[in-house]
Structures are given as C-alpha cells and as structure tokens.
C-alpha cells in the first residue's frame, strides 16, 4: 500500500548568487555578499510505492553525426547590431536573457526587434509590468504595426506555457520575469524560486518545440541581475545593456553565449523613435574631443572582431591634502596605481603630491592593457602641459620594468586608426614587424621598447610642428 508524505521544508537562499544552507548564515560562502540569505519553505512529497521508482523508458539517442546544424537556420533579427552580438542571429530553441539597469531599453529593443524582423514569424510577446495598451502605444510611438504579434499581459507562468503550446509562436518575449510566478509555490514573485522555476517551466516548454525564447531580467543596485545569478547558468545567451541613462548611447554586450562569441558588442543610440544603430562606433566615440589641449591621446580597443578608437584623458593638479587621490573612470583603480608608479621609477616623473584622474571618453570602459601607454602619454602630457599630436595613436602594455611590451590584432586597430585619418602611431617594437608601410601610406609608425622611447616620440612630434 503506498503511503505518501507531504511536508514543508525550510531552506534559506542567497538572493545573489542562489546557493543553498540549511540554516542562516551572515555571509555567503559562494559569493561572499553579506546579509543576502532569505528563508523559503518549500513542499516536499515522498512516496513508498514500488511504482514511483520504476524507470518511465529509455530516453531517445541518436548518432552525433547524424544531428543537423545548419548555422543557415538562425532567424535574422534585422538589426545588425543585435545579430552581431547573438552570433549572426537568433537560434531555435535557445533561452536568451536580457538584462541591464530600468530605463536602459531592454523593452525598447525587443519591441524594436519586432518590426524588424521577417515579418513572416509569429511573434508571442508576453507583458507582465504593462497592460496591452501600453504596450500599444508603445508600439505606435516605435513603428511596430504588431500584425503578427501576440500580446497577452498574463502573470501565470503555467498559463503562458499552455498559450505557447495552444498557438506555437516563432519567437516568444517575456518581459519580465521577475512578474511571474507559479500557483505551486508560497513564495512571492521576484522570488529565486518563483524566478528559477518560471524560467525552467518556460524553457522546457520552448525548447521542446524548438522556439527561440527572450526573456527581460531586472538588475539590482549592484549590477548583478536581480533574484537570481543562477538564470545566468541556466540559459543559452546573456545581454547585457550597458550606458548612463541619461546619456544617448547604449552598448550592447554578451557575456555569455553558448552559440557565439562573448566579446562581440552592440552601439545603439537612443532617439525619440528608439534606439538606433551606430555603425561607426569609433567616429561617435571620437567626436567633440578637443584638439591643441594636454592630456589627452587616443588607443584603440577591440571588442571581439570590431577595433573601436577611444580617447582617455588625464589631468594632474597638485594635492590639497597629505595623501593624493587617485580616480580613474572607465579603467582599472589599481591599474592606475600601477601604471603612476612605473612613470615616478622608470621615467623620472614625481607623482607623490598630484592628484591624478583618469577618464575614459564615451563611457567606454577598457578592460585590456593595450592602452596602458595610452594611459601613460596622456598622463605625461597633462603634467608637462604638452598636447599630443591630434593624429596620434598609440598601443602598448606596460610593465613594471617601463618596457613596452606587444598587443594582439595590431593590423586591425591600425586600421581602424588609419581609416579615421590618424597618420602618426606609436606601437610595441616587436609589432613594428608585421607592419607593411605600403598599405597604409603616409603614417609613420615609430616602434618603442620603453616609456621613455615613448615620450621621446612625442618630444620630436611637438618639435616638429612648431
């Protein structure tokens, strides 16, 4: 006779990061936040039964070489900024979460992605913060007719799985999660179970039928994406919009996908219409800077395929106080240190009673030490009141020795530079080999082994101009 056993459980579950405990803890010993367990019960069900061990069948196989997987059928979104970063466009089947700060343009670019896409596709578009108008006049305001759009503004994650059963979409939308929730559980919407198991019913769901499924996640005042890190681990692709809301550009980025590269990235610009694509990320980041002022240089970065040209700045004033401060924006705080202390060893120049900021122009962040020498003229030429030449570029990793040392896809970056007009470019000497000058006439490209060759370069550049 088979028995069964219901119970409630109590567990308690770090809000950062997902992980487990039995009991409280004060400090998570996954992710090491402070004060993030919350208490959840759960309901347990056994059974004694023979039946409920007996196996269901054997699950279907099938030869490796015999499984398709023709890149050809990606759906193109229409935006080739979005189809950049997904790997070429939209698989069927993958889960894919967009995240980023409220206002950012997470519904923006979906409901944007709408319209531009084949409009022979079925689209589900599932509203959980709006009503249906909003959502219309939403779409009005950005062009979207919606003529093979569904909407439906349910919150009931059970619901929503059966209506994508009932009318089997091409694309479904779910913007957010955090406003579903299942019936099953006590917890409340938002929660890490309500968010865990909402988005395993729905991905179980879309991905038995081989649709493409979006789903829009909230961040919390951390960054991290809000109510559960573990939605990282559990879907195919991660976006992330990046960018100040109250500036017009928008960035992009993937930082997980399981069909594409990682280090692709997206430049939007938000207008009244929307957001609209930059195709010339470097000349948008390059313009407004100033010419014949000290402490500026331009580097150039590469964000997967794509070299984009920045500009850091620098300024050093003399310090009001015993210790000086050290801000830097857009490039690593300790890099900084580091770099400050190479130019006082190695180049003689005195830093222990200026303040030093360093920003990076555009609300770029640079995360590579190819612009670390970048870093160093523009420091170097503040402090002496000397500009840089206007069409300078300069790459480099420094090291702790002063020396100059290489960095990967010098073609591309150069390229990028030379196409803006940059004529003059100040590279690693063990570079210098790969350069053929014939491709790029007129640029003079000077390799250095050191900061002070360095800074030398930028001596005869001024000289020469005068």
Not at 99 to 125: A, E
Request: charged content about 20%.
């Amino acid at each position: 006779m088979a028995v069964s056993k219901v119970k409630n459980k109590t567990v308690f579950v770090c809000t950062e990061c997902g992980s487990e405990s039995a009991k409280w803890q004060g400090r998570c010993p996954d992710c090491g936040n402070w004060n993030t367990f919350v208490e959840e019960s759960r309901i347990v069900g056994g059974s004694t039964s023979k039946s409920a061990h007996l196996s269901t069948g054997v699950s279907k196989t099938s030869s490796l070489r015999d499984v398709s997987a023709d890149e050809s059928l990606r759906y193109k979104t229409g935006m080739k900024e979005l189809d950049r970063v997904l790997g070429g466009g939209i698989v069927p089947g993958a889960a894919m979460l967009v995240c980023g700060d409220p206002g950012i343009g997470k519904s923006t670019i979906l409901l944007q992605m709408c319209r531009t896409v084949d409009p022979s596709l079925s689209i589900l578009y599932i509203s959980g913060e709006e009503s249906m108008r909003q959502v219309k006049l939403r779409a009005n305001r950005l062009g979207v007719e919606g003529g093979n759009i569904l909407i439906t503004a349910s919150t009931d994650a059970e619901q929503i799985a059966e209506t994508i059963r009932e009318h089997k979409p091409d694309i479904v939308i779910v913007d957010s999660i955090q406003t579903l929730s299942l019936q099953g559980l006590s917890a409340s919407s938002g929660s890490i179970s309500q968010v865990r198991e909402c988005t395993q019913m729905l991905m179980n769901t879309c991905k038995g039928l081989e649709i493409p499924l979006f789903i829009v996640g909230h961040v919390n005042k951390d960054g991290g994406i809000a109510g559960p890190k573990v939605l990282e681990h559990m879907v195919d692709t991660v976006l992330y919009f990046e960018g100040d809301r109250n500036l017009s550009y928008r960035i992009l980025r993937s930082i997980k996908n399981r069909f594409g590269s990682t280090n692709e990235i997206g430049v939007f610009e938000m207008t009244e219409n929307g957001l609209g694509e930059v195709e010339n990320p470097s000349e948008m980041l390059l313009t407004g800077r100033p010419e014949g002022v000290s402490g500026t240089c331009i580097t150039s970065l590469m964000e997967g395929t794509r070299p984009l040209l920045v500009e850091v700045q620098a300024l050093a004033a003399k310090s009001s106080f015993g210790n000086p401060r050290r801000v830097s924006t857009g490039f690593d705080y300790n890099r900084t240190g580091l770099l400050l202390a190479v130019l006082e060893k190695r180049g003689g120049y005195f830093m222990g009673n200026l303040d030093v900021f360093i920003n990076v122009a555009g609300g770029m962040r640079i995360d590579e030490p190819a612009a670390d020498l970048a870093v160093c003229l523009a420091v170097v030429s503040n402090l002496m009141d000397r500009p840089i030449h206007s069409k300078l570029l300069a790459l480099g990793e420094v090291g702790l020795a002063g020396e100059v040392r290489s960095c990967n896809q010098i073609l591309q970056r150069i390229g990028e530079g030379y196409r803006l007009g940059f004529d003059t470019f100040i590279l690693p000497k063990s570079n210098l080999k790969l350069i053929v000058p014939e491709q790029f006439p007129g640029a003079k490209f000077h390799g250095v082994s050191n900061i002070t060759q360095a800074f030398q370069v930028i001596r005869q550049k001024e000289e020469s101009s005068i």
